[in-house]
T-cell receptor, first 111, second 114 residues
Framework: SQTIHQWPATLVQPVGSPLSLECTVE??????LYWYRQAAGRGLQLLFY??????ISSEVPQNLSASRPQDRQFILSSKKLLLSDSGFYLC??????????FGPGTRLTVL | AQSVTQLGSHVSVSEGALVLLRCNYS??????LFWYVQYPNQGLQLLLK??????LVKGINGFEAEFKKSETSFHLTKPSAHMSDAAEYFC????????????FGKGTRLHILP
């Protein structure tokens, strides 16, 4: 069966520091992968999606970037974090009917 | 373009009472529709999905939803609420573009009153 992992689970970073969040999927090949963010009290915001290795589409211009170095690995990065980057980050992949399966999430607090 | 509207950002029901969470969608083609549940500090979990066929869809934890094309609705129900049902619920529709994206509603937080 398919499994999706995210790490770290929680992260506290100072403003201006770099960021790297990792997502890996097991049990499937060539999945479509997605990064979402939930800010406090707000819905899901799609940040990036990828249909294959090296193929990244950005939904929202900001100081975040994404990369897909391997088929089942999706990385979210930033060179300099802002206070507004705080939130709950979710990785997801797409199943047969476009349903999305989500990872456990990373809680990021920028101080 | 597809869109999803969830009526009520917060819904409160008493334990044992009927749960009804409303969702209306907009789609120019037959939609694929989904309901997700999110517990605090966890990822979203798929509750149920409608693709084709039977319009009454049963999901996990005793939830079900009915696709009504004439009303463009996909409301989520559960006959008897349990304290463990307290969570946030998201309705979603598949994007008809080639990117496989899903369009999510803004979510409804369900509160269960003892």
């Amino acid at each position: 069966s398919q499994t999706i992992h995210q790490w770290p689970a929680t992260l506290v970073q100072p403003v201006g520091s770099p960021l790297s969040l990792e997502c890996t999927v097991e049990g499937t090949s060539n999945p479509n992968l997605y990064w979402y963010r939930q800010a406090a009290g707000r819905g899901l915001q799609l940040l990036f999606y990828s249909v294959g290795i090296g193929q990244i589409s950005s939904e929202v211009p900001q100081n975040l970037s994404a990369s897909r170095p391997q088929d089942r690995q999706f990385i979210l990065s930033s060179k300099k974090l802002l206070l507004s980057d705080s939130g709950f980050y979710l990785c997801a992949w797409t199943g047969s009917y476009n349903e999305q399966f989500f990872g456990p999430g990373t809680r990021l607090t920028v101080l | 373009a597809q869109s999803v509207t969830q009526l009520g950002s917060h819904v409160s029901v008493s334990e044992g009472a009927l749960v009804l969470l409303r969702c209306n969608y907009s789609s120019s083609v037959p939609p694929y529709l989904f309901w997700y549940v999110q517990y605090p500090n966890q990822g979203l979990q798929l509750l149920l999905k409608y693709t084709t066929g039977a319009t009454l869809v049963k999901g996990i934890n005793g939830f079900e939803a009915e696709f009504k094309k004439s009303e463009t609705s996909f409301h989520l129900t559960k006959p008897s609420a349990h304290m463990s049902d307290a969570a946030e619920y998201f309705c979603a529709v598949r994007s008809m573009n080639r990117d496989d994206k899903i369009i999510f509603g803004k979510g409804t937080r369900l509160h269960i009153l003892p």
